[in-house]
């Protein structure tokens, strides 16, 4: 194992704040807003008109029920996708202010910690030991190792919170609408049958476009993801059956 003497290291906290914030594993994504979004959005409307149509087969309820659940379902998913980011950067806040108390209250303990965790690394002897003490020099730079390596918690940024929220929105009212189109064009009983293939197809590209972009088998990825939003969806189908209106005469 090559040595690195970290007596010699240049380490500050802002610094560590900095790298700790831009790691992509713990913020939310892009990526992960747009397929929260606008998977939730597609599948509950998808269920929604599908119900509907089994239950009165009337394009404008189908239409109306519709549009009203996409724009509820996005409202509600911006809303949930703003306060939990929110809620987030509490958390860390709070997590970060105790191990800040803990240092001071019992800092042997919170050393013997660090030293832990970089034993565990494959650290030992004299390199471990300068390890622990330039990192527990800094109260910043030891509380900021402790909550990304002890709790593995990173920074939330509070100003992500209406970015999140417009882009979960956005994808929301996009994903909701694809379901409907095809109710616009077609007769109820074929606008099922292309609302369920058309949504089953997106989602399968959602699932493998995301696989490509993080980990994961791309074909495996969108099967999942295409099975699972189809059956979820008629699950609505079926209770839409099960209640339906009787036909006036």
């Known amino acids: 194992m090559n040595e690195f003497d970290f007596s010699k290291a240049d380490i500050h906290a ?3 704040d900095h790298h700790f914030a831009k790691d992509p594993h713990q913020q939310a994504s892009a990526l992960s807003d747009i397929i929260l979004g606008g ?3 597609l599948v509950n409307v ?3 008109i599908l119900g509907v149509a089994a239950a009165t087969g009337d394009p404008y309820v189908i239409m109306v ?3 009203a659940a996409t724009f509820a379902e996005s409202v509600s998913m911006a809303a949930v996708a703003y306060t939990s980011t929110l809620a987030d950067a509490d958390y860390y806040e709070s997590e970060r202010e105790r191990e800040y108390r803990h240092i001071q209250e019992v800092p042997n303990l919170e050393k013997e910690e660090i030293r832990a965790i970089y034993r565990a690394k494959g650290f030992a002897d004299d390199l471990l030991e300068r390890i622990v003490d330039t990192i527990t020099a800094s109260p910043d730079v030891w509380v900021a190792v402790m909550m990304s390596e002890e709790l593995q918690l990173q920074p939330v940024d509070r100003r992500t919170a209406l970015r999140s929220a417009i882009i979960v929105g956005i994808a929301a009212i996009i994903g909701s609408l694809i379901p409907l189109v095809p109710f616009i064009f077609f007769p109820v009983s074929t606008s099922i049958i292309l609302s369920i293939t ?3 197809m997106v989602l399968f590209i959602v699932g493998a476009i995301k696989a490509r972009m993080t980990v994961g088998h791309p074909g495996k990825s969108g099967l999942e ?7 979820s969806a008629l699950i609505g189908y079926a209770v839409g ?5 009787p036909s006036t005469p």
Do not use: K, P
């Open 14 to 16: 802002d610094e560590i």
């Open 39 to 41: 998977q939730d959005g």
């Open 46 to 48: 998808l269920g929604v």
């Open 65 to 67: 029920a519709g549009l």
């Open 198 to 200: 058309i949504s089953a």
């Open 225 to 231: 993801m295409a099975v699972i939003g189809t059956i």
């Open 241 to 245: 059956a099960l209640l339906r209106v």
